[in-house]
């Protein structure tokens, strides 16, 4: 049986205390070829919902015109249609990454088909605007920000230099607004994200970051296999991550969930399945983006990576139940640590109250079933195509 549980500061889950105390959470992402981006945007907008985060801005760090439309639509599906959104310019018409022609593009139908106001990238401010902003703006050390994609936009923001906005430079700024940077990528070894594609901006970014930094690793992330009910159970029509993932993976098919492993820490912290894998040291980040661990390393705030301390399995069942939420719909306490803010008769004074979770109106006017593509690609199979193709051609 399925029971509303009323919102609390201090939610007990399993004899635990959930710290219900919101995350304001800016999301940096790549979001294009895989459902991966989409999940975790997803993820991050139904526990806004659930009463743990605020999203207050989301970054584009790849170039797709389309891309900001996009992720105004997840976010107007989940009642959210105000979150800003900024991508760096010039834009492309790109609808996937260029290296990547067997993966379909989806982000432009997914425009289209689900209702969104952004239209086209043209239309948002820029990244540097956005973070300094949202920042300034701020309280002291208030701010998450999660990398769950490459680090083009925080590379131009980091060293932005004062202006109208705030008198502090990028840097500056984040040191006094940002808690904690979660990055979507291996501590050690050749992480997606940053050996791909411009190691030098993860370089310079990560090398000289100046408050706490956790590392979520795709070893881990491979590990967590999810996906199979979510183009059966959900309605592609009516569900833009149903959509995305039967236009991409396909329906009873998985696929791992990097990008919302990494949001999930973002938002919930070690919770029950994380724990810290190192102890003292730092994360050092060479000009082509691959990682290793200095166990000497004294950076001027933590850095670790997380390892899992529950199983793969029933993390990846967690976060595909999360998932499987739609608003207006009714989830069990033991999902929604915190409960729904709006929901409850008692708590108009909570922090959050009067966010009704909205019915889902956003049925797109034209069905769209068809596959973007059958082809399913794994981020270490399509980083290591490349790696080979660099390789044979000795660069
Ligand atoms: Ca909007
Ligand atoms: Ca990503």
Redesign the pocket.
Known sequence: MRLLIPTLALATIGGALANCARKQLIID??FYNLP??SNALAIANILELWGEVNILGVISDIRSRFAPPAIDAVNTYYGHPNIPVAILKPLDNSTRDPNFPQLGGWVDILAEKFPEDVNDGSNTTDPVTLYRTLLAGAGDQSITIAV??FFDAMYKFVDSPPDAISPLTGFELIKKKVVELVV?ADGSGNPF?LAYHNGTFAAHVLNNWPTKLTFVPGYVGRTIVMGAKLAVELDPKTNPISFVWNATIGPNKTNPA??PAAIYYAIRGLDDVYHYNKTGGSVIVYPNGTTRWNATGTPPATQNWVDLSISNVTFAERLEDILLWEPGHTVSGSLARCGIPGWSSNNSSAPGSGITPPTPTNTPTEPFMGSASNVVLQKSVMFGAIVMIVAALGI
């Open positions: 992402t790549d991966d981006d769950i994609g979507q994200n990097w990008d």
